[in-house]
């Protein structure tokens, strides 16, 4: 069994008309795609993206797609990298299909490498990445178009094996370079398959 990985929530007092359906779990996450913001390997001028984006309230809950193992969990994003990060986090689960897939931009995280995690088990929540009061001028343009929007998300990568998750070209769910890395893989198709 897959499912989808936001759990937002309605309140059971909530009148219908004042619902709204694209942030309830009546509905999925809108997957960007192909040019979207949030896409899979968009191109961010200096960047390109490694995962797609699932716009969320921040600390909805974040859970497992499908059943494995955490491999590994970790930070993602700090001021201490780049000043205009807020702390978030990632976890990586080797899945029963034999995909990694990564889990990112996460608030918190509830699990442990080595948990053994089924289908729906809670991981974490959404996080807030970035900080705009220290969003500044000599912040990449695709940043600065972002100040005082401070979308909260998932960020979500699927890898073929290991991820990388420590390189020279690899940092906060994006990569520093032209050619993709031959082990990950888009995706959208995989998301827009799941069951909510």
């Given at each position: 069994m897959r499912i989808w990985p936001l759990n937002i929530k309605v309140q059971e007092n909530t009148a219908p008309e004042k619902v709204d359906i694209e942030n309830t779990n009546l509905k999925k996450v809108h997957v960007p795609q192909k040019g979207e913001n949030g896409s899979f390997w968009e191109n961010r001028g200096d960047r390109h993206h490694c995962g797609v984006d699932l716009y969320a309230p921040e600390n909805t809950e974040v859970v497992a797609i499908e059943g494995g193992i955490v491999t590994e969990t970790g930070l993602m994003t700090s001021p201490e990298i780049l000043?205009?990060?807020?702390?978030?986090?990632?976890?990586?689960?080797?899945?029963?299909?034999?995909?990694?897939?990564?889990?990112?931009?996460?608030?918190?995280?509830?699990?442990?490498?080595?948990?053994?995690?089924?289908?729906?088990?809670?991981?974490?929540?959404?996080?807030?990445?970035?900080?705009?009061?220290?969003?500044?001028?000599?912040?990449?343009?695709?940043?600065?178009?972002?100040?005082?929007k401070n979308p909260s998300m998932l960020h979500f990568e699927i890898w073929r094996s290991e991820p990388i998750t420590v390189h020279k070209n690899y940092l906060g769910g994006n990569w520093f370079a032209e050619e993709m890395p031959e082990n990950l893989i888009d995706p959208t198709g995989y998301l827009e398959q799941l069951d909510l």
């Open positions: 000043p205009y990060w807020n702390p978030t986090y990632y976890v990586i689960i080797k899945q029963s299909s034999g995909l990694f897939c990564k889990y990112g931009e996460l608030a918190d995280f509830t699990v442990r490498k080595g948990d053994k995690i089924e289908a729906g088990n809670l991981i974490g929540h959404v996080g807030m990445v970035l900080n705009s009061e220290k969003i500044d001028g000599s912040c990449p343009l695709y940043i600065q178009n972002l100040k005082n």
